[in-house]
């Protein structure tokens, strides 16, 4: 599906609401550039995360911890000035928000006015309310991020599924609403049983938005880097690949470093 400039209408926190209302489900998908935030908007994504995910996929990292604010403020303004019509939310990156909330509100205030960006993300619940708090005070949306939630890492020690037992599900479901009744307008679910999703998603009004969370919340979110297979390495039961860009983009420029060798590229035509 590919949008048109005349029909676009820049999506809104109060259209992602409406969305869950009339369950329609809300696509999401991460960028951190500006011609894949291009492409991904102009395709007809809903909401564009610049995740901290930048830091595995953009920078190499093992972990999202390394990535800094300037590097997602970085991020963040690529994508933006790529975008007509999608909603793009900003992770606060790891060590921005954690402190107190004076902290995590000038983190935000950085992240809003130096990249344009239409709301944040933060990952945890109780612990972080009065952060999330003082950001919407400010009146900056808020996302929040429950179950396999990736700053965390050390604590948990692996990457499997959240939740499953009944104390920490219990715990995810006080948690989302909290993070209803303080006013966020999303909340992201990663990586937790289909059915503790499904429970959340009924019981909350905010649009539920999964990864690994499976078929019944409000919307989905991949990593754009896993879905298009640029990566190879990282395949979770989750993701769907809808391309083969690894082979794709090798191919291509096996064929390009042929034609340079066998002095085939530039030709007369490709020449001044
Ligand atoms: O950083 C990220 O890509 C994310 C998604 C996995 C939701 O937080």
């Known amino acids: 599906m590919s949008v048109h400039k005349s029909d676009l209408k820049k999506v809104t926190t109060h259209q992602l609401q409406n969305m869950k209302e009339r369950g329609e489900k809300i696509s999401m998908l991460t960028a951190y550039d500006y011609s894949m935030a291009t492409i991904l908007d102009a395709a007809g994504v809903d909401v564009l995360l610049v995740g901290d995910s930048a830091s595995n996929v953009m920078a190499g990292h093992e972990t999202t911890l390394p990535i800094t604010l300037d590097q997602m403020i970085y991020h963040a303004s690529s994508v933006i000035r790529g975008v007509n019509r999608a909603f793009v939310v900003v992770d606060l990156p790891f060590g921005s928000y954690q402190g107190n909330s004076s902290e995590a509100l000038r983190s ?12 944040v993300k933060l990952e945890g619940g109780a612990e972080i309310k009065e952060s999330i708090i003082r950001i919407l005070s400010a009146g900056v949306p808020v996302m929040g991020h429950l179950g396999l939630t990736p700053q965390s890492i050390y604590k948990f020690g692996t990457y499997t599924v959240r939740a499953k037992e009944e104390v ?3 715990k995810l ?13 999303a909340i992201v679910l990663e ?3 289909s059915e503790l999703a499904k429970r959340v998603a009924e019981k909350l009004e905010i649009p539920i938005i999964g990864i690994g969370a499976g078929p019944h919340v409000d919307g989905q979110v991949l990593v754009v880097h896993d879905m298009l297979g640029i990566n190879k390495e990282f395949k979770p039961r989750f993701l769907r690949r809808y391309a083969d860009m690894h082979s794709i983009m090798t191919d ?3 064929n390009y470093v042929k034609d340079v060798k066998s002095k085939d590229f530039p030709n007369d035509k490709e020449a001044y």
């Open 168 to 170: 920490e599900a219990q």
């Open 173 to 185: 479901i006080d948690d989302a609403l909290l993070l209803q009744a303080l006013g966020c307008f």
């Open 191 to 193: 990586k937790i049983p």
């Open 252 to 254: 291509a420029v096996q």
């Open 108 to 119: 935000t205030i950085r992240i809003m006015k130096e990249s344009g960006a239409h709301g």
